[in-house]
Nanobody, 113 residues
């Protein structure tokens, strides 16, 4: 069975940083497009960042310059480095493997003083 599992969420103060991890099993991610989404209370799920099987990336305007998506094929893991966090970044963050459409369970990120 294919499993996609996020980790690294938590509570952080405004201006702080977090690194989210997305580890996969049952599938090799070397050539799979991967993406991070987030969903805040009362809002729709939105695309935050995407990385191809190569190195091409996409970022939502709201996070561009603050967030960085990357992958480590040897570890079969995708990361989201989040810097200069703002209260409006508070949401549940989800990892998605776009080869076969597999979703993780989500990890909560809360930015508050």
């Amino acid at each position: 069975q294919v499993q996609v599992v996020e980790s690294g969420g938590g509570l952080v103060k405004p201006g702080g940083s977090l690194r989210l991890s997305c580890a996969a099993s049952g599938i090799t991610l070397s050539f799979a497009p991967m993406a991070w989404y987030r969903q805040a209370p009362g809002k729709i799920r939105e695309l935050v960042a995407r990385i191809t099987g190569g190195t091409s990336t996409y970022y939502a305007d709201s996070v561009k310059g603050r967030f960085t998506i990357s992958r480590d094929n040897a570890k079969n893991t995708v990361y989201l480095q989040m810097n200069s966090l703002k209260p409006e970044d508070t949401a549940v963050y989800y990892c998605r493997c776009e080869m076969g459409n597999y979703w993780g369970q989500g990890t909560q990120v809360t930015v508050s003083s």
